[in-house]
DNA sequence: GCCAACGTTGGC
DNA sequence: GCCAACGTTGGC
C-alpha cells in the first residue's frame, strides 16, 4: 500500500464533491508524468484531496483507489476539455484510477503548514514551481499528515 | 489578474 | 533532435 498526493480545484471538483458522489474516476490528467504515477497505483492505496486554486490551498481529506488501469473516458468525448483528438480506443493514452471517499479531515492542513512542517525532499508539491498534480507520498510522511489532520 | 515555472508542439 | 512559441498550472 502507498500513498498519493491528487490535486483538485473545489470550484470543479473538491471534496464535497467526491463526499456527494462517494465514488469518482480521476480523470482530467493530462500530464505523463502524472499519468506514469497513476500507472503504478494499486487498489487500496490512499490519496490526499488536496484542494489547489483557493486560499488557502491545501489538504482537505483522504479517498482510496478502488480500481486501477481505468480509461479515462473524457480523452474520446469531443464535448470534454479533456478530450484527445490522438486518443484511440485501440490504444488509448491516458489511465487513471477510481477513487472512493474516505474522510473529510477534522484540520484542513494548509499548504503553509505543510511548508513549516516538511522539506521539498518530503513532500514533492513544495518544491518550486511543481505542477504535478498527481504524486507519490512516503509512509512516514503520509502518517504524520494524517496525525496532524485528525489531533 | 499576474507571472514564474513547466510541459508540449511543430517547424526546421 | 533542437528550440522558439505557445499553453497551462497554481500560488500569490
Known amino acids: 500500500m502507498q500513498h498519493w498526493l491528487f490535486k483538485s480545484e473545489p ?3 473538491g471534496i ?5 458522489a462517494k465514488t469518482t474516476v480521476w480523470d482530467g490528467v493530462r500530464n505523463y508524468q502524472a499519468r506514469n504515477f497513476l500507472r503504478t497505483a494499486t ?5 490526499f484531496f488536496y484542494h489547489s486554486k483557493v486560499q488557502p490551498p491545501g489538504i482537505a481529506g483522504l479517498c482510496e483507489v478502488i480500481a486501477v488501469n481505468v480509461t479515462d473516458p473524457t480523452q474520446f468525448d469531443p464535448t470534454s476539455h479533456y478530450f484527445d483528438s490522438k486518443s484511440s480506443p485501440d490504444n488509448p ?5 477510481k477513487v472512493r471517499y474516505v474522510e473529510t479531515f477534522a484540520n484542513y492542513i494548509s499548504l503553509d503548514t505543510l511548508r ?16 504535478l498534480s498527481v504524486t507519490p507520498v512516503s509512509n512516514k510522511v503520509a502518517n504524520r499528515i494524517l496525525k496532524m489532520a485528525r489531533a
Open 43 to 47: 487498489v487500496g492505496d490512499l490519496a
Open 93 to 97: 493514452r491516458w489511465q487513471t484510477v
Open 116 to 131: 513549516d512542517t516538511f522539506s521539498d525532499d518530503d513532500l514533492m508539491i513544495l518544491k518550486a514551481g511543481s505542477r
Open 16 to 20: 464535497e464533491h467526491l463526499k456527494k
Open 11 to 13: 470550484e470543479s471538483f
